[in-house]
Nanobody
Framework: QVQLVESGGGLVQAGGSLRLSCAAS????????MSWYRQAPGKQRELVAR???????NYTDAVKGRFIISRDNAKNTMYLQMNSLKPEDTADYYC?????????????WGQGTQVTVSS
């Protein structure tokens, strides 16, 4: 059984910072790409940032220059450092990863963590 558990969400004022974590646990063979998605009320889930197993990253335009995605492969953990937060960053944030389990590549999702940015 593989689990992804997010943490670090909360309420912050505009201009503030938060750091999200996503820890993978269970019968993990290897972890390929990991990503953060977010879903604001009434909107579709959107990709925020992605990081490959070798550390290559990409970001949606709305967060470029403000958010930093990283991972610690030894800890099976991914992070999202969110700086200069704006009210429009308010959303539920989800981590997802492609994980090899019994030699099969599968996608797993976390349960989400809420981020609220007040103006």
């Amino acid at each position: 059984q593989v689990q992804l558990v997010e943490s670090g969400g909360g309420l912050v004022q505009a201009g503030g910072s938060l750091r999200l974590s996503c820890a993978a646990s269970g019968s993990i063979g290897s972890i390929n790409a990991m990503s953060w998605y977010r879903q604001a009320p009434g909107k579709q889930r959107e990709l925020v940032a992605r990081i490959t197993s070798s550390g290559n990253t990409n970001y949606t335009d709305a967060v470029k220059g403000r958010f930093i995605i990283s991972r610690d492969n030894a800890k099976n953990t991914m992070y999202l450092q969110m700086n200069s937060l704006k009210p429009e960053d308010t959303a539920d944030y989800y981590c997802t990863a492609l994980i090899s389990v019994t030699m099969r590549l599968r996608r797993f999702w976390g349960q989400g963590t809420q981020v609220t940015v007040s103006s």
